[in-house]
């Protein structure tokens, strides 16, 4: 594990926040994702998009990079990085192809999250090994065809039967859920207990009662797999169960404020994306006799867009060193993915209206990136949810 005790670390992490230097392990994990990224992501994620497949043999290459086990523990065949390196990796991924960035961040972040931060060893034993290697897919089920927002209100229920739980149940909107083989679910032993009623599973898809429901057709992230799973009396090993009894709806918080850090991440991927390719096409591309890129209605583009992205970075990387840190990192998480994901929408915009007609075609990744970038103010909180979340915290007594 990265230890921040030493003074050169922490000079380190000061480097990262500063965006001057990086500890070396997270330079490392940079540069190989950096790569990835150019050379694998970029020139196949339009592809993928059009087929609305999702990407098998990338995510395949991205367990023999060992990238699927970016926080689980070494003895069970993981990185052990913290969420400043899971943070780092995640926006070079998502640079690349944000289809491929959110399966890795559900991943590592919704799944592996909550197994180290609220599985018993004797569960981290049994998952592990197989999500860090890849074999398993991780996924996160909380939203329900009735209830997205109002996480509190879910109905898919649970009831103990012996040494059994029994879950009955739609869960919907679940990126990775068709691929998955491991799941974090969240039931209730009755919905009118509202939040001290919800429980924790992990579940797994070989088990009996377990099924793949509706494929979602998408705006964006068209490669990623979304879809409804169901639960027709579906039998879970009480050893199964996440954390204590009635603990579930702070762990799906908990892990919630992980997880924005990742959508956070993958909005400055975007927002990277729409400046790189809008410097490319400002450099190549000439109008009244000069490069577009030294005229001034576009150069302002630019220089807005790489201002704001690198709020956003500075933001996330905020939220991710706060929970290494083992700090409340709540607010500061809902506030970089509220500004991230605005910026990476603005960041878009701005790349298509200096592209002009040429960021409208299909062959253009702006077009995708435009796409891509809508669902990061919806998915793990919408931005009307994040602003609910940042004002509580700074109204204390809202009652
Ligand atoms: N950490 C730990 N505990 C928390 C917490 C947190 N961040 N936030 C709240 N809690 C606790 C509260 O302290 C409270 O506990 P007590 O009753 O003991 O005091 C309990 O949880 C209930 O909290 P609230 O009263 O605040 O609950 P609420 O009903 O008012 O709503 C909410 C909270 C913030 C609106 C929440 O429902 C929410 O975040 N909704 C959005 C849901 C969401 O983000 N869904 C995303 C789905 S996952 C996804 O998209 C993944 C994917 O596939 C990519």
Known sequence: MLEADTSSEIDDRLGAMLGTSLPPAHAKLQQICREFADEVLIPSADLHDREESYPAKIVERLANLGLMGILAPK?????????????????????????TGVTLSVHNSLLSGPLLHFGTEEQQKNFFPRLASGEALGAYAITEPNHGSDAVAIET??????????????????????????IITFATVDPALRSKGINAFVVESSMPGFSVGKKEKKLGIRASDTVQLVFEDLRVPAANLLGEEGQGFKIAMHTLDGGRIGIATQAVGIAQACLDATVKFAERHEMFGRKLADNQLASNKIANMATRTEAARLLTYRAAMLKDAGLPHSREASMAKLSASEIANDAARMALEVHGGAGLGRQNPVERLFRDAKITEIYEGTSQIQRLVISRHVRPDRG
């Open 75 to 99: 003895r069970y065949g993981g990185m052990e990085m913290d969420n400043l390196g899971l943070t780092i990796a995640l926006e070079e991924i998502n640079r690349g192809c944000a289809s």
């Open 157 to 182: 229920t649970c009831r103990r039967d012996g040494d059994d739980w029994i879950l009955n149940g739609t869960k919907a909107w679940i990126t990775n859920g068709s691929h998955a083989g491991i």
